[in-house]
Nanobody, 124 residues
Framework: QVRVVESGGGLVQAGASLRLSCVLS????????MGWFRQAPGKEREFVAT????????NYANSVKGRFTISRDNTKNTAYLQMKSLKPEDTAVYYC?????????????????WGQGTQVTVSS
């Protein structure tokens, strides 16, 4: 059974940092691209960041570029999203997803397994 489990969300003030973690089980993590998406209240889920199977390639949404960093540790089957300089508009449920393939992908259809999400709330 494939499982994707996120953790690390919380309530922070604007300007603060948070690190989200995502553990994948039931699949071979080391050959799978990973992605982070988010959904704010009343909005559709949107792409945030993606990382290739070996960590060599990453891609970010323009809204988070320079503030968020995606990384992975294949020895721990874990992907991370380091978020800095958080803004109130970053408030959302953040979802981690495991890709169908190993290459980076920005479209939700390119991900086959999803976590339940973790809430990030940034107060002004």
């Amino acid at each position: 059974q494939v499982r994707v489990v996120e953790s690390g969300g919380g309530l922070v003030q604007a300007g603060a940092s948070l690190r989200l973690s995502c553990v994948l089980s039931g699949r071979t993590f080391s050959n799978t691209a990973m992605g982070w998406f988010r959904q704010a209240p009343g909005k559709e889920r949107e792409f945030v960041a993606t990382i290739s199977w070996n960590g060599a390639y990453t891609n970010y949404a323009n809204s988070v570029k320079g503030r968020f960093t995606i990384s992975r540790d294949n020895t721990k089957n874990t992907a991370y999203l380091q978020m800095k300089s958080l803004k109130p508009e970053d408030t959302a449920v953040y979802y981690c997803a495991a890709g169908v393939l190993g290459s980076i992908a920005t479209m939700q259809r390119d991900y086959s397994d999803w976590g339940q999400g973790t809430q990030v709330t940034v107060s002004s």
